[in-house]
């Protein structure tokens, strides 16, 4: 039977996560038969509404919202992974902010979301396409009549969205200002509809002349706005108060119950799909009163099959970009689509994130439009360029002497090839470098990229060691290092890297072969002045660039050096004279890092290294201490000179366990084995170093560590055991990452 004497229309409200209680709505009408003639929502209604006007049953609605990918999309949790690809070398930043050429001034600084909506662009665009290309005309097309409401920023009005690209129309509905970026259709700026209509009973009885309106209300009128939430504050601001009254002549009113809840909770869906279905079930027997018809089963999945047999397959033969120059246009399709090989969302999906991780890229809309006359679909992108200034500010503040102040300025430029260069400054006690860097981009079928970088960087062991475990007797060592560095690489995949290069090093070690020393003592100096050929592979899908909690990364590194080597004794061996030496050796080291099993909250780890060098015992064993490859799989080892973890060739690794409270709170145990080949003895000044048994004297690392994943970088108290002389444990703070410059010898 069908209901074409009783015009029955669903109007869904929106209410953030808690709109997600309309699934449960759909649910229980469909298992009661309750038929349903057309549908209007704003917000998440409007999503839900479009999901099953586009013909998806409850259960594959509610399996979709219940699933961590939607909720990915919906708060805007990108994937750090589809990052890598086209990552620099990581570097201590908190925040970047654009440096606006022009008359902008500060209002161009500011935020226009707290979320990044490039998820959820291209998952609706996914999930609507198909559909939609029968509503381009109208969204009456669609297996159920449809519409969604949205607010004309400029005109401060409430419009009803009819026909055009779905995706679009329910995108511009969801659009909650602040938190997700606005899109524009038909030139005009939109926003959320809530925020003039939350309810659109009204537009039900206009668009579609209602004999019946069920109205599922998943949130009412905001409470009192509270001084610690922004949200809160916000909805007030900008959200008028609705009426979500329904006079029983006309219809029924399902109102969940789900207490308060953030807009943004969507940890609770099946709470909130429950409520919605219990609900419902509590208002069927008005329902029953009020509709007499019912819609069977059958016929219900017969017109669903009719209209899925009708969709279109997601088949593109065009990509059309918009928002750019030519020269900019072709940069991007062939980062997005070399040779025009792919025609599908799945096959382009990868490359359509890394495209968006590009630093010249702001932000892109997609849409798939379907040409009828090609039979095929289009995919539009309507891109915006970053600026092409942009500052960057971090660093770590540091319960040791590690403290760093970080700044950078990149100036971007984007043509048939995308070019940076890159100026950055490490200031700090016991680390300051540096760096000026450029990189083009050379996008197609093999992408590539041609990188230069000259990095001066200093390294004071005596300063951080003295603050560190307050050491009456600490080893005075300073290590600075300046290079040349051209590289030539290719980027793979998701994940993957290839690097050769060449750089022109030069390095000064200024030491003490003793710890007793006094001011009136000079130094002792090696210097080294080498050419370094280099190569790395590197696979790497790590979500974080320090403190991750799943991915795995593994590398190989291969170093050739040639060069001088100059000794010059201070005053603690007046009678040496100074050394000159030539010397050829090479380094490599192989490391594995990997998150590879995760219960609930608990995921544990593996890392391991192997590092095999050919490097000579240089004139005493300070210098060739400080030049051996290190071990260092706990951020505090990258700032300490301990000679226990050094060696020419050894073998490491070990286990971590991460134990998360939350999305951004973890608790982190970690423990490792550093077993050197041979370990190089100290004969003290003036003697020449000696090897000791093969295999001998290993030494461990623990670490604990709380970790708090702040919006600008980890907070971690940790508290690390080593093998040492002296004082093995050590307890420090740190806010920010502990990141230097790459050197040429780590």
Not at 685 to 698: D, E, I, K, L, T
Request: glycine share 8%; aromatic share 14%; hydrophobic share 40%.
């Amino acid at each position: 039977m069908t209901s074409t004497a009783q015009n029955v229309t669903l109007v869904l409200s929106g209410g953030g996560a808690k709109g997600l209680s309309h699934v449960g709505v759909l649910k229980a009408l469909e298992e009661n038969n309750i038929p349903v003639d057309q549908i209007v929502g704003n917000s998440m209604g409007a999503l839900i509404g479009a999901l099953y006007a586009s013909g998806y049953t409850p259960l594959e609605i509610e399996q979709l919202v219940s699933s961590n990918r939607f909720k990915d999309w919906a708060q805007g949790n990108i994937d750090e992974r589809f990052y890598y690809s086209k990552a620099y070398d990581p570097d201590a930043y908190w925040v970047k902010i654009p440096l606006v050429q022009g008359k902008g001034g500060l209002k161009q600084f500011l935020p226009t979301n707290f979320v990044a909506p490039y998820l959820m662009d291209y998952a609706l665009m996914d999930l609507f396409s198909a559909a939609g290309a029968l509503g381009q005309q109208s969204f009456d097309s669609l297996m159920i009549p449809f519409r969604c409401v949205a607010t004309d920023i400029d005109s401060s009005k409430l419009i009803v969205l009819r026909n055009g690209q779905l995706g679009s129309a329910v995108r511009a509905s969801y659009t909650f200002p602040f938190y997700i970026k606005p899109i524009r259709i038909n030139n005009k700026l939109l926003f959320d509809g809530g925020m003039y209509n939350n309810f659109p009973i009204d537009v039900a009885r206009e668009e579609f002349e209602a004999d019946v309106i069920i109205g599922s209300k998943a949130a009412g009128n905001y409470p009192p706005a509270d001084e610690a939430d922004i949200i809160s504050q916000l909805q007030n601001m900008l959200m008028r108060k609705a009426d979500y009254h329904i006079p029983d002549s006309i219809g029924v009113l399902i109102e969940s119950k789900m207490g308060y809840a953030s807009l943004l909770d969507f940890d609770q869906a099946e709470r909130y799909i429950d409520s919605g279905y219990v609900a419902a079930i509590r208002a069927m027997p008005r329902l029953t009163r009020q509709i007499a018809l019912r819609v069977d089963t059958v016929s219900l999945r017969e017109k669903r099959f009719a209209f899925k047999h009708r969709l279109h397959a997601l088949h593109f033969d065009t990509i059309v970009i918009t928002g750019t120059n030519q020269a900019q246009a072709e940069y991007i399709t062939k980062k997005l689509n070399p040779g025009k090989k792919f025609n599908t969302l799945s096959q382009i999906r990868e490359r359509y994130f890394t495209l968006l991780a590009d630093d010249k890229v702001n932000f892109i809309y997609p849409e798939l439009i379907y040409n009828p006359e090609s039979e095929q679909f289009e995919l539009h992108l309507d891109v915006s360029l970053a600026e092409k200034f942009e500052g960057f500010f971090g660093g770590n503040i540091s319960s040791t002497a590690v403290n760093e102040a970080f700044v950078g300025i990149h100036y971007k430029r984007l043509d048939r090839i995308g070019s940076r260069i890159g100026l950055n400054a490490y200031y700090g006690r016991f680390y300051s470098s540096v760096q000026l860097n450029g990189r083009l981009d050379f996008p197609g079928k093999l992408p590539f990229f041609i990188g230069l970088n000259g990095t001066m960087a200093r390294k004071d062991y005596f300063k951080n060691a003295n603050y560190f475990y307050e050491d009456p007797n600490p080893a005075f060592l300073i290590n600075d290092e300046r290079y040349l560095d051209a590289d030539f690489g290719h980027t793979f995949g998701r994940y993957g890297k290839l690097l050769f290069g060449i750089a022109d090093v030069n390095r000064n070690l200024n030491y003490y072969q003793t710890n007793s020393f006094s001011r009136n003592d000079t130094a002792d100096q090696t210097t080294s002045h080498l050419w370094c050929p280099h190569f790395l592979f590197e696979l790497n899908s790590l979500n974080r660039k320090q403190y991750a909690n799943s991915g795995a990364r593994l590398s190989f590194e291969a170093r050739y050096y040639e060069g001088n080597e100059t000794y010059l004794a201070g005053s603690f061996n007046p009678k040496q004279d100074e050394v000159k030496r030539y010397h050829r050796y090479y380094l490599v080291k192989f490391a594995y890092d990997n998150y590879f099993f995760k219960t609930g909250r608990l995921t544990t780890g593996c890392y391991g290294e192997f590092s095999y060098s050919s490097q000579p015992v240089l004139s005493n064993y300070t210098a060739t201490m400080l030049s051996a490859p290190s071990f260092g799989p706990v951020p505090e080892m990258t700032t300490l000179y301990l000679d226990e973890y050094r060696a020419f060739t050894y073998l490491a690794g070990g286990l971590k366990t991460v134990f998360g409270f939350s999305r951004k709170i973890d608790l982190r145990l970690e423990g490792y084995i550093f077993q050197p080949y041979k370990r190089l003895n100290n004969p003290g000044v003036g003697q020449q170093p000696s090897f000791g048994p093969a295999f001998s004297n290993p030494s461990y690392v623990g670490s604990f560590a709380v970790v708090y994943h702040s919006p600008l970088g980890p907070l971690s108290l940790s508290a690390n055991y080593f093998d040492r002389e002296g004082n093995n444990f050590a307890v420090l703070l740190n806010i920010g990452y502990v990141i230097f410059n790459r050197s040429m010898f780590d």
